[in-house]
């Protein structure tokens, strides 16, 4: 998927514990985003970044917190998971000669199950 | 609330047949319509965009009609293939970066 790797795959985890989401890109695209699907919510924007350390919140930002310390590299933190935080969580990327939010690129998703 | 709303959720099509799917939205800033492709187990790709300045916009048997007056627009999908069972989602933009999709339509080709 356009040179996007997302870690885990699959993860369970209880309510109350922390957990980190990694998205590994190799296109250097300048914007990354986060986005979590939900059935009758279709994609929801988290959190994105516009280039190294710059970032910015989304439609349903709440309880998450996101880094970029390398251009490849965009880490999304629960910081004290709640089970409504249950769902398939994206990455995507947009190269930078677009405004931001014009072809974007997604990862193969997240499965995080919060119980 | 919803920013973009999809319609129909579910959809079944026999083969060859014309496969339509509409949006509606509110907001008039919206810059930048896209269509999303989904196929089980993958990631959204892009599938077909359009601008407001524009009232069609078709790449092979995929076209997207826009209404600005009425702030709505349809994905057709012409000669409908069993390979184009997957779920589509419309999106608008407004400013940079502020993607907005709606709820998803789940297609269904019928050989």
């Known amino acids: 998927d356009a040179g996007i790797t997302q870690s885990p795959r699959h993860k369970v985890t209880e309510t109350g514990t922390p957990v980190t989401l990694r998205c590994h890109q190799t296109?250097?695209?300048?914007?990354m985003y986060w986005y979590r699907q939900d059935p009758g919510h279709g994609l929801r924007l988290i959190h994105y970044s516009y280039g190294v350390k710059d970032t910015d919140k989304g439609e349903v930002s709440d309880g998450y917190s996101v880094s970029r310390s390398k251009t490849e590299d965009f880490l999304l933190t629960l910081e004290s998971a709640t089970s409504s935080q249950t769902s398939v969580y994206f990455c995507?990327?947009?190269?930078?000669?677009?405004?931001?939010?014009?072809?974007?690129?997604f990862g193969s998703g997240t499965q995080l199950s919060v119980l | 609330q919803q920013q973009v709303k999809q319609s129909p959720q579910s959809l079944i099509v026999q083969k060859g047949g014309i496969s339509i799917i509409n949006c509606a939205y509110e907001?008039?800033?919206?810059?930048?319509f896209p269509w999303y492709q989904q196929f089980p187990g993958k990631g959204p790709a892009l599938l077909i965009a359009?601008?407001?300045?524009?009232s069609e916009k078709k790449e092979g048997r995929f076209t997207i009609s826009f209404n600005k007056s009425a702030k709505q627009f349809s994905l057709h999908i012409m000669d409908s293939q069993p390979g184009d069972s997957a779920t589509y989602f419309c999106a608008a933009r407004f400013g940079a970066n502020n993607l907005f999709f709606g709820t998803g339509t789940r297609l269904t080709v019928i050989p």
């Open positions: 359009i601008r407001p300045d524009v």
């Open positions: 296109e250097n695209h300048r914007y």
């Open positions: 995507a990327i947009s190269p930078a000669r677009d405004r931001g939010g014009e072809k974007l690129f």
């Open positions: 907001n008039t800033a919206f810059d930048y």
